[in-house]
């Protein structure tokens, strides 16, 4: 965890350590079962596409996920009030500053990426500027912060590495399979690679998953003990959520991929407290807030 005074969370750093050698040991197996299955010349091959992968995830994150958004960084001089609540937070956090971005989009959402804290970016939409109060936009941007602070962006970026390339190992076996010929041998490898695959895929997706829901209870509670007005949160995140179900269905599947960064799922109508949702519940997010704010004894009204 990066040093800030953003309240430590040793649970999340403990899930992080765990997913990313999980998914490491995976992914080393998944390469060492292709180099058995396949011919030996192809091994160096398949071992620098997976290192490969992971290390494109991890160098570029943040170019990825700003161009994805449609975003772009904005100056102090273009977004004054932006930069000044994210000067204000870093100060109060005792963290560098992240560059700061915008995408113009009337889905209101917020997000962090970046490979490191000096290379991270916060972003929000148009959508939620318009949407929200400042102490609300604070509560959003200082939860944006934790995911910084604890690093936890960088880990999801590069664990999601495994899964990627068990999607394009799927491809491979059967491009490979279909090169080599219609033989007993070109069958048994493809359904290995298939199989294995697969596999490290579910796996890896289900792991994401879980590390992504605790992630954002846990920004979520170092945000709030940060501005001490866990409240804004809670009122921010219902505006959020209420406004996302009067979005189009088409315009939320649009934005789909970067659910897992978002500080509320671009989806409606369904729940999310399911094994494959990346975000907790709205309840369970608003309980928590309640929690806080009885303990700091400044009851919601």
Same mark, same amino acid.
């Given at each position: 965890?990066?040093?800030?005074?953003?309240?430590?969370?040793?649970?999340?750093?403990?899930?992080?350590?765990?997913?990313?050698? &999980?998914? =490491?040991?995976?992914?080393? =197996?998944? $390469?060492?079962?292709?180099?058995? $299955?396949?011919?030996?010349?192809?091994?160096?091959?398949?071992?620098?596409?997976?290192? &490969?992968?992971?290390?494109?995830?991890?160098?570029?994150?943040?170019?990825?996920?700003?161009?994805?958004?449609?975003?772009?960084?904005?100056?102090?001089?273009?977004?004054?009030? #932006?930069?000044?609540?994210?000067?204000?937070?870093?100060?109060?956090?005792?963290?560098?500053?992240?560059?700061? =971005?915008?995408?113009?989009?009337? +889905?209101?959402?917020?997000?962090?990426?970046?490979?490191?804290?000096?290379?991270?970016?916060?972003?929000?939409?148009?959508?939620?500027?318009?949407? +929200?109060?400042?102490? %609300? +936009?604070?509560?959003?941007?200082?939860?944006?912060?934790?995911?910084?602070?604890?690093?936890?962006?960088?880990?999801?970026?590069?664990?999601?590495?495994?899964?990627?390339?068990?999607?394009?190992?799927?491809? &491979?076996?059967?491009?490979?399979?279909?090169?080599?010929?219609?033989?007993?041998?070109?069958?048994?490898? #493809?359904?290995?690679? #298939? $199989?294995? /695959?697969?596999? $490290?895929?579910?796996?890896?997706?289900?792991?994401?998953?879980?590390?992504?829901?605790?992630?954002?209870?846990?920004?979520?509670?170092?945000?709030?003990?940060?501005?001490?007005?866990?409240?804004?949160?809670?009122?921010? +995140?219902?505006?959020?959520? =209420?406004?996302?179900?009067?979005?189009?269905?088409?315009?939320?599947?649009?934005?789909?991929?970067?659910?897992?960064?978002?500080?509320?799922?671009?989806?409606?109508?369904?729940?999310? /407290?399911?094994?494959?949702?990346?975000?907790?519940?709205? %309840?369970?997010?608003?309980?928590? #807030?309640?929690?806080?704010?009885?303990?700091?004894?400044?009851?919601? &009204?």
């Amino acid at each position: 965890m990066a040093h800030s005074r953003f309240i430590k969370d040793t649970g999340l750093t403990a899930r992080m350590g765990a997913v990313m050698f &999980g998914l =490491g040991a995976l992914l080393v =197996g998944l $390469v060492v079962t292709l180099m058995f $299955v396949f011919p030996p010349q192809y091994a160096p091959l398949i071992a620098v596409i997976g290192l &490969g992968v992971a290390f494109y995830q991890w160098w570029s994150s943040d170019k990825v996920a700003m161009r994805a958004m449609r975003a772009r960084e904005v100056s102090p001089e273009e977004a004054p009030e #932006l930069h000044a609540m994210i000067d204000r937070l870093c100060a109060l956090a005792d963290m560098p500053k992240p560059r700061v =971005g915008v995408a113009d989009m009337d +889905l209101p959402n917020a997000f962090a990426t970046g490979r490191s804290p000096d290379r991270a970016v916060v972003c929000v939409t148009t959508g939620i500027l318009g949407r +929200l109060t400042a102490e %609300e +936009l604070e509560g959003v941007l200082a939860h944006e912060l934790s995911h910084v602070a604890h690093r936890d962006v960088l880990v999801m970026t590069v664990a999601s590495s495994a899964g990627i390339v068990a999607g394009m190992v799927t491809r &491979g076996a059967q491009f490979g399979a279909l090169s080599r010929g219609r033989n007993n041998n070109a069958g048994a490898a #493809l359904v290995v690679a #298939l $199989v294995v /695959s697969l596999v $490290v895929y579910a796996i890896s997706f289900l792991l994401l998953r879980l590390l992504s829901r605790y992630r954002e209870m846990s920004a979520d509670r170092a945000g709030a003990y940060l501005t001490m007005n866990p409240a804004a949160l809670a009122s921010a +995140l219902q505006k959020i959520t =209420g406004e996302i179900a009067t979005i189009p269905q088409r315009d939320l599947r649009a934005n789909n991929a970067a659910n897992a960064f978002f500080i509320a799922p671009a989806v409606s109508g369904v729940s999310w /407290s399911t094994a494959t949702a990346t975000h907790p519940s709205l %309840e369970q997010r608003l309980e928590q #807030l309640a929690r806080i704010q009885a303990e700091l004894g400044r009851p919601i &009204g």
